[in-house]
């Protein structure tokens, strides 16, 4: 029988996936209500999430269970619980203020409909892949989210080599797909079972798939989460798509990735097996943390130096997930979330000053302190967040990533991963100095328009207030602690 | 009580911060700076009374941390003891300069939230929320520094470079913090230190070391001490120079509190105590080439903070609360004479000569007993002569500054009147930095017996005749001025002039009269003819200039090599070595598909790396 929370979970996605049909088949005859369309779809979405907090709190809930194919044993699962919820508001969250920002930064673009509607499509399919129960309808949302973010890049990314990028986006993302469904594959041929709890259930961890079995999953998600060296298809992808699909793609999708190991080699593997994983994950996290550093301090495109930004945030992520305590995977989940609200700022930003200077080579910016109403303040509430500044975001994450490290054998790597942060403040504070402080070289700047200002002044309000009331959010992701590791961890 | 004192010390600031900045271009601002300095001695005189308040058992936990715990502040008698002063030393200034400060609101809202997050580090029981008071501290003055150097591309960059140094020191105070939690898991300060000591060797050197880089670059030790550099070029404000000292202060004060844990390694204490001797005597010997004043403070406050690391190695922590103390009221007294009306080339002169010598008192007294512990700690000859060398060349540098050169080379008298009018002001400041450094070790320690060691008395006693005689030419030259007004002595005056004027050699009897009853081309020509007449006997004179110039030589090749290294320059470099660096990895994988060989190669050692280390630890499992 179904409860009331399930047609809560049915609607958080049927709001979006019907909102974008219905966009995408209206044309141009909704193309002053697009935009608005779009917003209360997500705005509504984002409200049932929020609703579901306290269904949550009261007690875990009973998955929804669809018959689907009943000759194959395919059921159509859909469930949310602690280790889901956070994803799933982060994502909520991002989609609104992507599509708030593009009220106004969509103004001049072609076929808005058919953008919104597809806009929907890959916020429904990051909420579905959150929110599925079942190997297929995982897969299944998984790959609508690359499908509609590829075809957002390739119809209204930015320049000639759109096409390319999204080739490149399409088929690196996809191969790391294919990995965990290959993955899944084995799972099902093992437990004979698609439904996550049932498979848990089935599941034998002694079984000599397993290492085989975590390793696909490891890469396959990894490859979401752009970690050097299957990193290459973000700066492209991120610099060339339009900036509320780069908002969504850096703060919500690489989440994805998160999620995905979280949920299946962390929630199926007890702590003795994944154990000899841990320290892979760190070595690549501090990798990544610091090649994505470097990266960011060698380029001169202010949207690609946010993009490779988001290399290094995502090492800090598996790195605390790599060190298997509960401050590690309490932090890397507070990052994931944290992430996503500094990443939007910042690319917002970044956004807003493309729009008032028509530049984005940081060699021809400069002197634009006071100049850009307050978008300077904005950007040095972000780039100091990413440094790790207290009364700041990030810096709560940040602080239970390293302290985690140093919980586990391996001291070295968390002295480099500290150490590896360095380069996270100089990268971000050569953005603002070069951007806001250096002698002026732009001559003309145009006004910033309401939606787009407005999107970064609410996300840098959260990124405060985030920073200084932690303790709702830390809440809110102790509870996933339990599900995790065979409920080991202390 | 004294929790309401505590609450009044950290939001007394804030509300000041928050005040001047709505208050911005309203009400008087004679009256508004008034205020704030009424406002802020007040705070410094109520931790003043604090000291001697019996301590509430329980600390004030102001904030909860839902990773950290509850973070709470305590009324410690020697945290409270600089605030106090660093409280007093602010109002002092404010009040004193209301006339000629020329800050901005949001600079004064800066300078007052500093005072808070410094005021928060110093009370701080807790490492998270003393390490969120020293961010907070740092990333003012990062902001400060993008403000003042706005349109300045070069100064940008390097600004940066500065707060990066900051971090450095940050990230060893973290891995510091973190290797303490493992041990105690608390980041409860005294608890935290206590457990540190049951470490095992190798993380409790790596402790040890994250705390002594965060010492390093807070204190502003060569040459980790960018940040200070670029800040000494800021223009002088009121904030800036607060910045430049808080960020010191508290750098000396986590010295205090965990030199036990130094104490705790012997070996390393050792090491730190040769580095801290090290750079002493680096930073000494480059210091001579710096000729601006704002150089010559930041070569002696890295100087007097390699000390205050070493008193640390060798385990006389008790002397690195006085020793700060001292520094800071020295500071204090040194700025407020910067604003004195004394003439322009001679306040220049005696300011920096002053803190030479000033500080020189200081090093003497602190940097003999680490001498000693050295030499007596490592049987190694190179090791003593090396320091020895350096006490030498500390030595020769204070005769440099006197501007005895000057005198000998005869450069006309103004810099001779300068010297000596200097002479007495150095004279007055080098023994009121002794007495202030008295002072402050009865104050803190109650310790009525100054000097332990004979040494000491000794050096200190020639030393301090050195300066008295220059003292003494001061008061002499004074004296001969007040006298020249006497009739019958000018005339006399006029006679020994000519008497003197006819022994001179031919080339100096062209000097009018009206320059020789000025008495200080005639002191010169008297030294002169006093080193003539030495020379014609010895050929020691003969040979000094020689000594110099080849001192002075090696101290040039010192400079090009080591210093311009360390430069900001070097470092803007390096940096932009590794951007370039980064650039050619970025063109490894540039275009569309291309999957560069690099990353397969990257990823396979690192592969084998790692399944090498396993196979290596299984083998080690096996026996």
């Known amino acids: 029988m179904m409860e009331t929370y399930h047609w809560t979970i049915i609607a958080i996605l049927g709001v979006k996936l019907v909102s974008a049909v219905l966009l995408m088949a209206a044309g141009k005859t909704w193309i002053r209500a697009a935009k608005w369309v779009a917003l209360g779809a997500s705005l509504t979405s984002m409200g049932l999430t929020i609703s579901m907090l306290p269904v949550l709190s009261n007690g875990l809930l009973r998955p929804l269970e669809i018959e689907y194919l009943p000759l194959l044993g395919i059921r159509l699962g859909l469930n949310l619980d602690w280790i889901s919820f956070p994803f799933l508001l982060t994502e909520e969250f991002v989609t609104f203020f992507a599509i708030f920002y593009g009220l106004d930064y969509l103004k001049e673009k072609p076929n808005q409909p058919l953008f919104y509607g597809l806009l929907l499509l890959f916020a429904a399919g990051m909420s579905g892949t959150t929110l599925a129960n079942d190997i297929f309808l995982f897969y299944l949302f998984w790959e609508l989210m690359l499908i509609a973010s590829a075809l957002l890049i390739l119809n209204w990314g930015d320049g000639k080599q759109r096409v390319g990028v999204t080739l490149k986006y399409f088929i690196i993302t996809h191969l790391g797909s294919l990995l965990v469904l290959v993955g899944f594959v084995i799972l099902y041929s093992h437990t004979g079972m698609d439904y996550f709890s049932a498979m848990q259930a089935a599941f034998d961890a002694s079984h000599t798939f397993v290492p085989l079995v975590s390793i696909l999953f490891l890469i396959g998600f990894c490859v979401k989460m752009a970690i050097v060296p299957v990193h290459i298809w973000l700066p492209d992808a991120h610099s060339v798509a339009p900036m509320p699909v780069t908002i969504m793609l850096a703060a919500a999708m690489l989440s994805m990735g998160t999620y995905g190991i979280l949920r299946f080699p962390l929630s199926f593997i007890s702590m003795e097996q994944f154990s000899h994983y841990g320290v892979y994950l760190m070595v690549f996290g501090v990798l990544s943390e610091i090649y994505g550093a470097l990266m960011a301090l060698a380029e001169k495109d202010i949207k690609r130096i946010i993009a490779y930004s988001s290399v290094s945030q995502m090492g800090y992520i598996l790195f605390g997930l790599g060190t298997l305590t509960s401050a590690g995977l309490m932090g890397a989940t507070l990052h994931v979330i944290y992430h996503a609200i500094v990443k939007a700022l910042l690319f917002c930003c970044v956004g807003n000053i493309i729009a008032a200077t028509g530049k984005r080579q940081i060699d021809e910016l400069g002197g634009l302190w006071g100049k850009l109403g307050g978008q300077g303040i904005l950007v040095m509430i972000g780039v100091l967040s990413f440094a790790g500044l207290p009364a700041l975001a990030v810096f709560n994450s940040e602080w239970l990533i390293f302290s985690s490290g140093f919980q586990t054998p391996y001291t070295g790597l968390a002295v480099l991963e500290i150490l590896g942060s360095i380069l996270t403040a100089g990268y971000g504070l050569r953005f603002l100095g070069l951007i806001f402080f250096n002698p002026g070289k732009v001559t003309e700047i145009k006004p910033i328009p309401f939606s787009m200002r407005m999107a970064s002044f609410g996300l840098a309000a959260l990124t405060v207030i985030a920073g200084l009331f932690p303790r709702p959010i830390f809440n809110v992701i102790a509870n996933e602690i339990p599900l995790l590791l065979g409920g080991m961890l202390k | ?623």
């Open chain 2, 1 to 623: 009580m004294v929790n309401l004192v505590l609450l009044w010390l950290l939001i007394s600031p804030l509300a000041l911060a928050g005040g001047w900045l709505v208050l911005a271009g309203r009400g008087l601002q004679r009256i508004k700076y008034l205020g704030a300095a009424l406002l802020v001695g007040l705070s410094g005189l109520l931790a003043l009374l604090v000291v001697h308040l019996p301590q509430p058992p329980e600390p004030l936990c102001l904030f909860t941390h839902p990773s950290a715990g509850e973070m709470c502040v305590r009324a410690d008698a020697s945290s409270l003891k600089l605030i106090a002063l660093l409280n007093l030393m602010m109002a002092i200034l404010i009040g004193s300069r209301m006339h000629t400060l020329a800050i901005t609101p949001v600079q004064a809202s800066f300078l007052f939230a500093s005072l808070s997050a410094g005021n928060l580090a110093l009370l701080s029981e807790h490492f998270l929320l003393r390490y969120i008071a020293l961010e907070l501290a740092a990333i003012w003055f990062l902001i400060e520094l993008f403000l003042a150097f706005k349109g300045e591309e070069s100064q940008i960059r390097q600004s940066i470079s500065a707060f990066i140094n900051l971090r450095v020191g940050d990230a060893g105070l973290l891995i510091a913090i973190f290797l303490m939690l493992s041990a105690s898991g608390s980041f409860i300060i005294m608890r935290s230190l206590e457990s540190a000591l049951g470490l095992r060797a190798d993380h409790l050197a790596i402790t040890i070391l994250g705390l002594v880089l965060a010492v390093w670059v807070k204190l502003g030790i060569w040459p980790l001490n960018w940040w200070a550099r670029i800040g000494g070029h800021l223009h002088a404000t009121l904030f800036t120079w607060f910045c430049r000292l808080l960020i010191p202060v508290l750098g000396g004060y986590l010295l205090y509190r965990s030199a036990v844990l130094i104490a705790a390694a012997p070996d390393l204490a050792n090491l730190i105590a040769i580095l801290a001797c090290l750079s002493a005597l680096l930073s000494t010997l480059i210091r001579i080439f710096h000729s601006a004043y704002r150089d010559t403070i930041l070569a002696n406050q890295s100087f007097a903070s390699c000390l205050l690391l070493g008193l640390a190695a060798v385990g006389k922590s008790d002397q690195i609360l006085p020793a700060l103390i001292s520094f800071l009221a020295a500071r204090l007294l040194i700025d407020m004479l910067r604003h004195t009306e004394v003439e322009f080339n001679a306040q220049q002169k005696s300011i920096r000569t002053m803190w030479l010598l000033g500080a020189r008192m200081l090093e003497l007294i602190l940097f003999i007993p680490l001498i000693f512990h050295i030499a007596s700690g490592f049987n190694q000859g190179v090791w003593i002569w090396l320091l020895w060398m350096g006490l030498g060349v500390q030595m020769l540098l204070n005769a440099g500054k006197l501007d005895i050169f000057f005198m000998t080379k005869g450069k006309g008298k103004q810099p001779i009147k300068a010297v000596l009018q200097t002479s007495g002001m150095i004279s007055l400041a080098a023994l009121s930095s002794l007495t202030l450094h008295h002072l402050s070790r009865i104050w803190t320690d109650q310790d009525h017996s100054l000097w332990p060691m004979n040494i000491f008395n000794q050096s200190l006693q020639a030393y301090g005749m050195v300066l008295l005689s220059f003292f003494f030419a001061g008061i002499l030259l004074w004296l001969v001025k007040y006298l020249q007004k006497s009739p019958a002595l000018k005339a006399l005056l006029h006679q020994a002039a000519e008497t003197i004027e006819k022994m001179l050699p031919k080339h100096m009897q062209a000097v009018s009269r009206q320059d020789v009853l000025d008495q200080t081309p005639l002191l010169v020509r008297v030294y002169r003819k006093g080193i003539q007449f030495l020379g014609e006997r010895e050929d020691i004179f003969d040979q000094y200039p020689r000594l110099i110039r080849m001192f002075s030589k090696m101290t040039r090749f010192l400079y090009e090599r080591v210093e311009q290294f360390t430069s900001v320059d070097i470092w803007r470099k390096l940096q932009e070595s590794v951007i370039h660096l980064a650039r050619r990895l970025q063109e490894m994988h540039t275009g569309k598909l291309r999957l560069n060989l690099i990353w397969v190669v990257v990823v396979l050692v690192i592969l084998v790396v790692l399944y090498l280390s396993g196979r290596l630890d299984v083998i080690n499992a096996h026996g």
